[in-house]
């Protein structure tokens, strides 16, 4: 397109002759004071000189001590604002340069983490099922109806995240993903932040999570033929309706709890508190949400 290659062109042109601009007036105000700086250095080899002179003087009793010339005050030069502002700049430019980045820096990161949504309490889904990439976020409003603002942000969150489990296909980006993934996964095993997983058995057992991970679901829903030592069946309520996606197989999906203990990142305590938490949400939730 000639109109774009000639504004890009123009756009080039006027860099360059900015840039032309300000190299001058670097230039000008380098030579400026190199010529300052030389013509101070003259003006002190001339007053040692004299003072020499004067002092050889007084010592063959030529002259007097009060014929000695008294130095004058030199002239204090009064600046104009432009020049003081270009001294200053010239002197502290890369000190101001520093710190204006650090103070964009630390804005960028106040403003991310107050526009933030954090979650009170977040789960994980890791079955493998593309379809819920996009539908995790259906779940949130209902999830977040029995959820306490436990972190005093003056919003009640809870909020669902899928990360898949497995990669058939074997290119580099896959690989590349599935090892991201994984990697995530083991930080939130770790980390006794995410209470909550919807996963079948093969998922767990590709984790190697099915033994003395999850709490035993029927000590929690001991009448309940839908509690088992995994978790809880999520086909005997209406997740898949809720996250609007009915060619879900939800027949070997599981609703678990983990087990409180001291993770890598977090005390047994702590992690107790988290599991009261999420306990309420999923009972809550299995009240209001499980089918006749």
Known sequence: DPMKHDLLDEIESNKKKQRSEELHRD???????????????????????????????????????????????????EYTFREKVSNFFYHYKFHVIAISVVVLFVGFLTVDYLRTVRPDI???????????TYRCENITECWSSYTPDLNHDRKNVARLYYIPT????????????AQADRTKLIGEFQSGETIIIIGNKQAYDMLGVTEGVFVDMREIFPDDPNAEELGYRLAATDFKELVDYPEMDDSQLYISLRKPVKTFGMSEEAMEKNYNDALALVKAYIADHRKA
């Open 27 to 77: 230039s000008e105000e380098s030579l400026r004071r190199a010529r300052e700086d030389d013509a101070a250095r003259r003006s002190y080899e001339q007053r040692l000189r004299r003072q020499k002179l004067e002092l050889m003087k007084l010592k063959q009793g030529q002259i007097e001590e009060d014929e000695i010339e008294q130095e004058k005050e030199p002239e204090k030069r």
């Open 122 to 132: 977040q789960a994980m889904f890791i079955a493998d099922d593309y379809g819920m």
């Open 166 to 177: 497995n990669y058939t296909d074997t290119d580099a980006a896959s690989m590349y993903m």
